[in-house]
């Protein structure tokens, strides 16, 4: 009985911590190499309307990393981007552009923020800003998305098209985006293992919640 009894202690030690992008889409990576570096895309004309703003005021970016002894929620806090819609047009026509401040991110830890910040991690002295700069926005998309967005997203130096589902919807003037993805790290070079009794997964969740207006 005794030992029926440690065997119950010990199994959740031994099943770990879950993994929270295990029940997420996953977003699509082209590996290959991508395009060359494009014109900007002309500004949005009056009759259309200004581009509309968000920043981490009104909207958050946030990461979920996990290790087997348990998960860590990073935000960053310091973000800015502008979703480019004339009045009236269909959702599929904007274009979306966000610029983050790796210097600015905060996890649940203070001796994490400082680990993530150096070059295991985001390399931030070296590489400040993650970007992305989307190119496409289809209707439907995964786990009931109303799009997929299709952009270049520029992580750790390394720039590489990504796709991931997204529900995008007008909120009288302004336009909300909501999106829960997961990206593999070892992707965009951040190949950190982790201890060896504590390894970090490779999938992050990415949550994104945007207000523009």
């Known amino acids: 009985m005794m030992k029926f009894r440690i065997l119950l202690l010990l199994a959740p030690l031994s099943l770990g911590c879950s993994d929270p992008a295990a029940d997420k889409p996953a977003a699509s990576v082209d590996n290959e190499a991508p395009p060359p570096e494009q014109a900007p895309a002309p500004a949005v004309t009056e009759q259309a309307g200004a581009p509309l703003s968000f920043t981490g005021a009104g909207s958050s970016i946030h990461m979920v990393g996990s290790k087997i002894t348990g998960t860590h ?3 960053i806090k310091d973000f800015k981007g502008e979703i480019a819609l004339a009045k009236d047009a269909p959702l599929e026509s904007g274009r979306v552009n966000v610029v983050m401040q790796m210097g600015s991110i905060e996890a649940d830890h203070p001796k994490l923020t400082k680990h993530l910040l150096a070059d295991d991690f985001f390399a931030a002295a070296a590489h400040p800003t993650c970007r992305f700069e989307s190119t496409a926005i289809a209707k439907g998309g995964a786990d009931g998305a109303s799009h997929s967005v299709t952009g ?11 796709q991931f589902p997204a529900t995008i919807e007008r909120e009288g003037a302004a336009v909300k985006v909501k999106a829960e993805f997961s990206i593999n790290r070892k992707d965009f070079g951040i190949v950190y293992p982790g201890k060896p009794d ?8 990415i949550k994104l919640e945007l207000r523009a207006q």
Do not use: A, F, H, Y
């Open 152 to 162: 270049q997203l520029t992580l750790r130096g390394v720039r590489k098209s990504i």
């Open 73 to 75: 929620e990073v935000e």
């Open 198 to 205: 504590d390894l970090i997964r490779d999938d992050v969740l």
